[in-house]
């Protein structure tokens, strides 16, 4: 199981770095396209937010399996081993607690509204949608494993935009 | 309320991730208070990633990557050592000013202090620096990196405030300048006193061209960065990408450090760094919902202005509220969380939002180089190995300026918004 995750945290990380790779150039195509031809591809613009929506949903469920989430650790740090073991159990119950709810409550809310098209590329609004169940189950799977076998976090504190 | 605020402290200080303690509060207020309201949960954080701004965010950290990667930081010390090398305590001097450009180029503190103590800490205490202050300055000067133009905590509270990139980029600018020019005299002083040396530095004209050619690449790209934006031409997310795409070919043409396999890592990091800010940033959405539906921004505004106190009183009450933060959460969540609760009172008070930004920002800069969980102090202490106490007490002297700054930005408004009038009224 173990195995299993890290695989599946490392194709899912891959995949993040190509999702990334394709906003990256999609940006600057468009840029060139408007400022040097004055044109621009239709729903070039939505299209990239709709992969960077991708992109923080399962950069979501990699962030847990590799124990960077952004967390104050120091209060966390005065306990003893024991305590701190539990905590980090009870931590993740939590997070699979609020993305299995997050995932329940998306099934009715997509049905309800997916099927619009979105506004330029017209494609049903269910598709980015579902980026949310998708990164939430993510999460909650992952945190769920996590608070039964309590792997050592690589990371006890993420730190991101500073 | 008690339940979405006590169950939120009570979660962060347990260590729960800072995302999903937001989220578990604010479903613990909707079960307790509003169950009719639950399906709203979804919508909101898929709302808090549905942004377009926050798209520079990942660029502006790979363009920094790449930059760092072809090999930026030696060319940065080679052009600052052309300027101020040869004034008393120059590494010291040199440390601070390629700091500020550093800053201009990454947007971010912690890959400064990274980047330049990795060079200048074991140069220094080659030419009789104290390690610890060694330490001390470098921290100290990362602080700009997060200050100066571009800056990616500038971005995240450019979307949190729905205000001016552009505008925003430019409100730091002085700040960051003015706490390396007072950085700058403290080192001249205590250098003075301590008698650190002078560099020597070879004044002939192929000497002086070369410095300057190593430079005006890296400079260029702030500057454009910063000016397609001030001047229109470009979105923030676009000028990010088209500074990756010059980081690149700067990387790969001229610097030719940046080699093709040195991509993908970076891709990767910057990505996940900025989903750990997105994460947040969406169940946030939901949580400032609440308080929205709650009215508490309008409470606090009233609670404020009820008081009664002098403006400046209100100010230095929210300076030290900021640093309070800043000891304990780290820059983005507290950007994230401090903004749509304070911005209304401030608007009411009179302090404009961009001013507001730059109070954050320059405050927040400050809590990175502070125990117990200043980012830039732990990379620093792993390239000293001296402990975090040690460095910070050595950078003490140059926080001063961080201080005086953030005091001038709280109390002289045209320190922030002198140039955004200047540039884009």
């Not at chain 2, 999903?20 to 979804?42: D, I, M, T």
Request: proline share 6%; net charge positive.
């Amino acid at each position: 199981m173990s195995r299993l995750a890290e695989r599946l945290a490392r194709f899912l990380e891959v995949v993040l770095g190509y999702l990334f790779l394709v906003i990256t150039v999609a940006i600057i195509v468009l840029v060139i396209l408007r400022y040097f031809f004055s044109t621009t591809i239709v729903g070039g613009q939505e299209f990239v937010v709709f992969c960077f929506i991708y992109t923080t949903a399962i950069g979501a469920a990699v962030l847990l399996a590799k124990g960077e989430h952004i967390s104050i650790q120091v209060f966390l740090n005065v306990l003893s081993p024991r305590c701190r073991r539990w905590l980090r159990r009870m931590n993740h119950l939590l997070v699979a607690l609020i993305n299995g709810v997050l995932v329940a409550l998306s099934v009715p809310w997509i049905q309800s509204v997916g099927q619009f098209p979105s506004p330029v590329l017209r494609i049903p609004q269910g598709v980015v949608l579902l980026s949310l169940p998708i990164g939430c189950g993510l999460v909650a799977l992952y945190a769920f494993w996590m608070a039964i076998a309590d792997p050592q976090p690589s990371v006890e504190a993420g730190e991101a935009a500073s | 309320m008690i339940a979405l605020l006590g169950g939120l402290a009570v979660l962060v200080v347990l260590g729960t991730p800072i995302a999903y303690a937001l989220g578990l509060s604010a479903l613990l207020y909707f079960v307790l208070y509003q169950p009719g309201l639950l399906l709203v949960v979804p919508q909101r954080v898929f709302s808090g990633m549905d942004t377009e701004l926050m798209i520079a965010l990942p660029l502006f950290m790979l363009m920094g990557a790449m930059m760092n990667q072809g090999g930026l930081t030696a060319r940065l010390v080679d052009f600052s050592m052309l300027f101020v090398g040869r004034l008393r305590g120059g590494l010291g001097m040199v440390c601070v000013m390629a700091s500020m450009i550093f800053g201009g180029i990454s947007g971010s503190s912690v890959a400064d202090a990274a980047s330049i103590g990795a060079v200048l800490i074991p140069e220094m205490e080659r030419r009789g620096y104290s390690r610890e202050f060694a330490g001390g300055i470098t921290v100290a000067a990362s602080t700009m990196g997060m200050i100066i133009p571009p800056s990616i905590p500038m971005v995240i509270y450019a979307f949190v405030a729905s205000e001016s990139v552009g505008r925003l980029f430019l409100a730091g600018a002085i700040p960051g300048i003015l706490i390396g020019l007072v950085q700058m005299s403290i080192n001249a002083i205590i250098s003075r006193r301590r008698r650190y040396p002078v560099e020597a530095v070879q004044l002939t004209a192929p000497a002086i061209l070369s410095r300057l050619h190593k430079g005006v690449l890296p400079l260029l790209m702030p500057v454009f960065v910063v000016g397609s934006v001030v001047i229109g031409l470009t979105t923030a997310t676009e000028a990010a990408g088209v500074g990756v795409l010059y980081a690149f070919a700067v990387g790969t043409l001229v610097f030719r450090g940046l080699k093709f396999g040195h991509v993908p890592p970076m891709l990767r990091s910057s990505i996940l760094s900025s989903a750990n800010v997105m994460v947040i940033t969406a169940f946030s959405s939901l949580y400032t919902w609440i308080l929205a539906l709650e009215r508490v921004p309008d409470q606090v505004s009233a609670l404020l202005i009820g008081l009664d106190l002098p403006l400046w009183a209100i100010l230095l009450a929210l300076d030290a509220i900021i640093l309070l933060v800043g000891f304990f959460v780290d820059v983005a969540p507290a950007i994230i969380l401090l903004t749509p609760v304070f911005m209304p009172a401030m608007k009411a008070l009179g302090v404009s939002p961009i001013q507001f930004g730059a109070i954050l920002i320059v405050g927040m800069a400050i809590g990175l180089v502070t125990p117990p969980v200043g980012m830039c102090l732990n990379v620093t202490s792993t390239i000293t190995k001296l402990d975090i106490v040690t460095i910070f007490r050595a950078s003490i002297p140059f926080l001063i300026a961080d201080i005086i700054v953030l005091l001038l930005v709280t109390y002289v408004p045209a320190v922030s918004l002198w140039l955004p009038a200047l540039l884009m009224e």
